[in-house]
């Protein structure tokens, strides 16, 4: 199950499942400390009418999710038929306020005056297991208050004539053999329990008194700070400006800051452009305040795999940035790049991934191969934030703020790379290669430490560093020398790489891969034997495109990585299928470049949000949704398109 909407305010963040309910609620980092209990339930919505009651998730319901295409607000429609009742919702996280809002209207289809219960239900495990958490009623303030430490929650709704909940219920969520707090709705009343502590949740109800055919407005929010004194100061700045006038601020910053996009969005076609805005609106959310760019927040992954994808990459955040820097976005590529300078580490290299407060994550990679002592990285990390600062540079023209991280990261990152090499070989050292599984010398990864080394030589020389000119540029020179050992000339492609041995000989991979290709064309350039990126593309066509029903193209021959039909070679992406289009894009094959973007546009869910794969089969999604990169790559190919270079 992905999340069709991601909404937030690069400190608070919040996912919305495919029924429309909260499924992960972050703060105070983007990505970091997910405070709901997405891993087992949902925060429930529910119905009662005349003695029948339902759970918008209990299949009974018609749902539709979409989210605007020029501000980052859901808007979301529930119907049950059977019950003749439909609820609308406009959903936001505050621009300015760490307040997650939704303003639903209740809507009565039946010809008969009928009072309609609405429960709003609340279940956060802000602890661990949610062992030590509180959740309690506080009378003066008519709010319900959920808290642990230095996280307060506070909780509340009220109609379009200020009149608050009515009834409410606090209680124990899955301990001591207790289901949770929401059963107490199912009957229609809630028992005004206050108070309790160690796994909690809570439910409010909103009585609505409709006519025929009537409807009414519920403002409902949950507000996030380091302490009660502080939520309560948010809560009344809602009560006080009312939901009207925060959404339609907020409506306001995202349409500012889509504005900045504006002209460079100019030439592209009338068909993509709610798709693009969307992807942009994909990317801020998922960019913490701090710096860090989280590949996604989608929590479901955890329950397939061991662990989340809330994590910056140091590659995936420097791919979601590009089309930010193309389009003339300054503030979010700053602190990315500040994000990267401050954990480089001191010998000049970026670790597998990061937390979005700069504490290292979790990895797989081994500090030991074959007994041999070596470090845990991909190199094609360090040198992509290289390189992006040069693109960075090439269209901001900001020479001051390059400048100033020259010595703190463009000459340690550049150092590290040069001398991390063979002597045997003159090419770059083994390392994980960019899909995270196999050690060795890759092909992406040379193209990409090659450029980063000539775009560091242009700074070097730019900033009178003559030594480090020299330097680099002779180590991209070896790399050029020795691009040979990457051809598989049997299949006349380029090869996923070489693990060097003990008595110098050459392992080689010959593994078909898109990044080959990709890391050539892109990377590599002119430099490279550009007969041979054709080939290699020729032999893609052939083998990996198209080789499912869904269409698309996988990483690489024999992909296992949530492999979901093992006729098949792997799984679609949205990455490699783009990189793809990127290719037809550069030699003048426009229309087999739109076909694979109209593919992408038509496999994102229906509003808008595109996963990392989809199934083989059927071309449903797989893996987390959203993924950033996907939605970077996407932009970028249409930027391609509209010759925005």
């Given at each position: ?91 936001f996280v505050d621009h300015d306020l760490n307040a997650f809002c939704r303003q639903i209207t209740v809507i009565n289809h039946s010809p008969k005056h009928r009072i309609v219960r609405l429960f709003m239900h609340q279940v956060f495990e802000i602890s661990r ?95 996030a700070a380091d302490s009660q004194y502080g939520a309560e100061q948010i809560h009344h700045v809602l009560k006080q400006q009312k939901l009207d006038q925060r959404l339609a601020a907020t409506r306001r910053y995202w349409h500012e800051w889509l504005e900045v ?313 949205f990455v490699t299928t783009l990189w793809m289009a990127q290719y037809y894009v550069r030699n003048d094959q426009v229309d087999k470049a739109r076909e694979l973007v109209n593919w992408t546009v038509q496999h994102a869910l229906p509003s808008g949000v595109l ?35």
């Amino acid at each position: 199950m992905g999340r069709p909407v991601m909404l937030g305010n690069g400190q608070l963040t919040v996912g919305l499942n495919e029924q429309g309910l909260v499924h992960d609620f972050y703060y105070p980092y983007v990505g970091l400390e997910n405070l709901s209990t997405a891993r087992s339930t949902d925060h429930k919505i529910g119905i009662w009418i005349d003695g029948q009651f339902s759970w918008v998730d209990d299949g009974n319901w018609t749902i539709n999710i979409n989210f605007e295409s020029d501000s980052l607000v859901s808007n979301i429609r529930m119907q049950h038929f059977g019950m003749q009742v439909e609820l609308l919702f406009y959903d936001f996280v505050d621009h300015d306020l760490n307040a997650f809002c939704r303003q639903i209207t209740v809507i009565n289809h039946s010809p008969k005056h009928r009072i309609v219960r609405l429960f709003m239900h609340q279940v956060f495990e802000i602890s661990r297991r949610g062992r030590a958490d509180t959740a309690l009623f506080v009378p003066e303030e008519n709010y319900i208050l959920d808290y642990k430490g230095r996280y307060s929650l506070l909780i509340y709704g009220q109609d379009k004539n200020g009149v608050i909940f009515d009834q409410f219920a606090v209680g124990n969520y899955g301990i001591e053999g207790k289901e949770g707090t929401f059963k107490d709705a199912e009957d229609g009343e809630l028992s005004g329990s206050a108070v309790e502590h160690g796994g909690v949740d809570s439910v409010i109800r909103f009585s609505c008194d409709l006519g025929s055919e009537g409807s009414t407005q519920i403002d409902y929010w949950i507000v996030a700070a380091d302490s009660q004194y502080g939520a309560e100061q948010i809560h009344h700045v809602l009560k006080q400006q009312k939901l009207d006038q925060r959404l339609a601020a907020t409506r306001r910053y995202w349409h500012e800051w889509l504005e900045v996009a504006a002209s460079g969005l100019q030439n592209i076609e009338a068909s993509c452009q709610d798709m693009i805005k969307k992807s942009l609106m994909m990317i801020k959310v998922h960019t913490d305040k701090r710096g860090g760019i989280i590949a996604s927040c989608d929590s479901s992954i955890y329950n397939f795999g061991r662990d989340y994808y809330s994590y910056v990459w140091p590659r995936d955040g420097a791919y979601a940035i590009w089309p930010l820097i193309r389009l003339g976005y300054q503030e979010e590529p700053k602190r990315f790049f500040g994000f990267c300078r401050d954990i480089l580490t001191k010998d000049g290299y970026l670790m597998h991934k990061y937390q979005p407060d700069r504490a290292i994550g979790s990895t797989w990679h081994p500090l030991l191969h074959e007994r041999h002592k070596e470090l845990a990285i991909q190199e094609d990390e360090t040198a992509i934030i290289i390189y992006m600062l040069g693109e960075y540079f090439a269209h901001s023209n900001n020479e001051d703020f390059v400048f100033s991280l020259y010595t703190t990261l463009v000459q340690p990152a550049c150092n590290f790379m040069a001398n991390f090499m063979d002597e045997q070989t003159r090419l770059p050292h083994a390392s994980y290669d960019l899909w995270e599984e196999k050690f060795l010398t890759s092909t992406y990864t040379i193209a990409m430490v090659y450029r980063a080394l000539l775009v560091g030589a242009d700074f070097a020389d730019r900033f009178e560093y003559p030594d480090d000119n020299v330097a680099w540029k002779d180590a991209a020179s070896a790399i050029l020398n020795g691009l040979g050992a990457f051809y598989d000339s049997d299949r006349a492609i380029y090869r996923k790489g070489f693990l060097l041995r003990e008595d110098s000989s050459l392992d080689f991979d010959n593994t078909l891969d898109v990044s080959s290709m990709y890391g050539a064309m892109m990377f590599g350039g002119k430099d490279f034997d550009n007969n041979m990126v054709k080939s290699t593309m020729k032999a893609l066509e052939e083998t990996l495109l198209n080789s499912s029903p869904s269409g698309g193209a996988p990483r690489y021959e024999h992909d296992q990585y949530f492999a979901a039909d093992s006729r098949y070679l792997g799984n679609p992406w949205f990455v490699t299928t783009l990189w793809m289009a990127q290719y037809y894009v550069r030699n003048d094959q426009v229309d087999k470049a739109r076909e694979l973007v109209n593919w992408t546009v038509q496999h994102a869910l229906p509003s808008g949000v595109l996963s990392e794969q989809v199934n083989p089969n059927d071309g449903t999604p797989l893996s987390v949704t959203p993924l950033v990169w996907s939605h970077a790559e996407l932009i970028n190919t249409v930027l391609d398109l509209a010759n925005l270079g």
